[in-house]
């Protein structure tokens, strides 16, 4: 069993930054590939970025692409988004995920754990 812990949400204006942490324990940390997704009231869960093991492969989806940065500290057994350029439709709660395999995933379904999930309010 794998525990997810996210924290660094909050409110900020349009053009703003976050950093969002996700703090994983159970399990090695460095055999995850990992996942951030986010869900806004009323709409289905998105994906947003996801990381391999090794930290040398990325994908974002492409409504974060050149805005978000994913990566992950394999010491500390942690994985942060980095928010910048923030529009308010990036408003949601975030959520990190863990998926026990080798390929970047995009699918809610295909991800194992989840975290409780963090706000992100982004003020027009």
């Known amino acids: 069993q794998v525990q997810l812990v996210e924290s660094g949400g909050g409110l900020v204006q349009a053009g703003g930054s976050l950093r969002l942490s996700c703090a994983a324990s159970g399990r090695t940390f460095s055999s995850y590939v990992m996942g951030w997704f986010r869900q806004a009231p009323g709409k289905e869960r998105e994906f947003v970025a996801a990381?391999?093991?090794?930290?040398?492969?990325?994908y974002y989806a492409d409504s974060v692409k050149g805005r978000f940065t994913i990566s992950r500290d394999n010491a500390k057994n942690t994985v942060y988004l980095q928010m910048n350029s923030l529009k308010p439709e990036d408003t949601a709660v975030y959520y990190c995920?863990?998926?026990?395999?080798?390929?970047?995933?995009?699918?809610?379904?295909?991800?194992?754990?989840w975290g409780q999930g963090t706000q992100v309010t982004v003020s027009s």
């Open positions: 995920a863990v998926n026990s395999g080798f390929a970047l995933v995009v699918h809610p379904r295909q991800y194992d754990y």
């Open positions: 990381i391999n093991r090794s930290g040398g492969r990325i």
